[in-house]
């Protein structure tokens, strides 16, 4: 078995729609323990969880931040291989449980992502910036990373080893993000590999415009050191539903 954290706020319709995703699956359902850790949603986000017999966590949303929602998901979890996700993610392809299984049976695995594309409704300035990388990926086929870089193991779409992460955390000090990167460099000087492999990619965007896109690349580029997490710097992120 498999356990898969997904993170949310205020995202009912949009969970529903990846537990369609996740039923569609070929890996069945009943191998996969499914972790929701909700950010005190009031839309009925909570409901559909339990609806579904899935494990609820509940973070109060003033002590948010994107560690300490990963880290007491991965808490939660009962088994070794734990996929990291959000509740507004689709999934594209019916083998997307199936690649973090195969590639989790070499022990020297200790992570896997892919770089992502955009929602069907995202904006052509998204379709543009991450499309590249995506195909790139997809030429190349599953490799191991050598070097650290952007994007590599987004907690959008990524797969870790609990028992790594219970001897390092995720750091909380990163509070506005980059907690994922901290973790992955450290796994890699412990020497365990990560895998980038596209058939793990998800489509995840924000529908953001040319001035979103640049806040979001500024907020991004904030994150390669420890942070106080503020809400208002996601401002630009007008998919949030904060009430």
């Known amino acids: 078995m498999i356990s898969l954290v997904i993170r949310t706020l205020n995202e009912a319709e949009k969970l529903a729609l990846l537990l369609k995703d996740l039923k569609d699956q070929t890996l069945p359902m009943s191998e996969v323990e499914v972790i929701v850790?909700?950010?005190?949603?009031?839309?009925?986000?909570?409901?559909?969880?339990?609806?579904?017999?899935?494990?609820?966590?509940?973070?109060?949303?003033?002590?948010?931040?994107?560690?300490?929602?990963?880290?007491?998901?991965?808490?939660?979890?009962?088994?070794?291989?734990?996929?990291?996700?959000?509740?507004h993610a689709r999934l594209f392809r019916a083998d997307w449980l199936e690649v973090a299984v195969k590639t989790f049976k070499d022990p020297s695995v200790a992570g896997l992502y892919s770089p992502v594309i955009p929602l069907r409704e995202g904006s052509w300035l998204e379709k543009f910036f991450y499309y590249p990388n995506y195909l790139q990926a997809r030429l190349r086929g599953p490799y191991r990373l050598h070097t650290m870089g952007m994007g590599v193991m987004g907690a959008t779409n990524s797969v870790i080893r609990k028992s790594?992460?219970?001897?390092?955390?995720?750091?909380?000090?990163?509070?506005?993000?980059?907690?994922?990167?901290?973790?992955?460099?450290?796994?890699?000087e412990q020497g365990y590999a990560i895998v980038c492999d596209s058939r793990f990619s998800v489509r995840h965007s924000h529908q953001l415009d040319l001035a979103g896109l640049k806040a979001q690349l500024g907020y991004w580029g904030m994150?390669?050191?420890?942070?106080?997490?503020?809400?208002?710097?996601?401002?630009?992120?007008?998919?949030?539903?904060?009430?």
């Open 164 to 188: 790594l992460w219970e001897k390092h955390h995720f750091d909380n000090t990163f509070e506005c993000g980059g907690e994922d990167g901290e973790w992955t460099k450290w796994v890699m």
């Open 223 to 243: 994150l390669g050191k420890p942070s106080k997490f503020d809400r208002k710097q996601l401002s630009f992120r007008h998919d949030i539903k904060f009430d």
């Open 37 to 87: 850790v909700d950010n005190e949603s009031s839309d009925g986000t909570p409901q559909i969880a339990q609806k579904h017999g899935f494990k609820l966590v509940t973070l109060p949303r003033n002590e948010f931040t994107y560690p300490k929602s990963m880290n007491l998901g991965v808490e939660a979890a009962t088994n070794e291989v734990v996929i990291l996700t959000v509740g």
